[in-house]
Nanobody, 114 residues
């Protein structure tokens, strides 16, 4: 199983980034797929999820600014991040939840400067 996250970088406050996560998990095994993030010195926190049925949910801190989407044919999930704030600075991890197991990508760094 492989999860490869990419798209992180340095951006000014108010800017946008689009993260992507390519995975090798069969679609019919997936319950949900999404993103967590971990800021320096902080615990990992949930950001967004898209379910197997296509329903999306977001942490309150990113709702209205971030959008999670997926392309099952490409085995890829994206996180579009708009109106970025310095508080969004973190390593972002994609995850895939299957029956009984959750898989994690290696993380991609997002840094938002003020």
């Amino acid at each position: 199983v492989q999860l490869q996250a990419s798209g992180g970088g340095l951006v000014q406050a108010g800017g946008s980034l689009r993260l992507s996560c390519a995975h090798s998990i069969r679609i019919f095994n997936i319950n949900a797929i999404g993103w967590y993030r971990q800021a320096p010195g902080m615990q990992r926190e949930w950001v967004a999820t898209i379910s197997s049925g296509g329903s999306t949910s977001y942490a309150g801190s990113v709702k209205g600014r971030f959008t999670v989407s997926r392309d099952n044919a490409k085995n890829t999930v994206w996180l579009q991040m708009n109106s970025l704030k310095p508080g969004d600075t973190a390593i972002y991890y994609c995850y895939v939840e299957t029956v009984g197991l959750t898989y994690w990508g290696q993380g991609t760094q997002v840094t938002v400067s003020s």
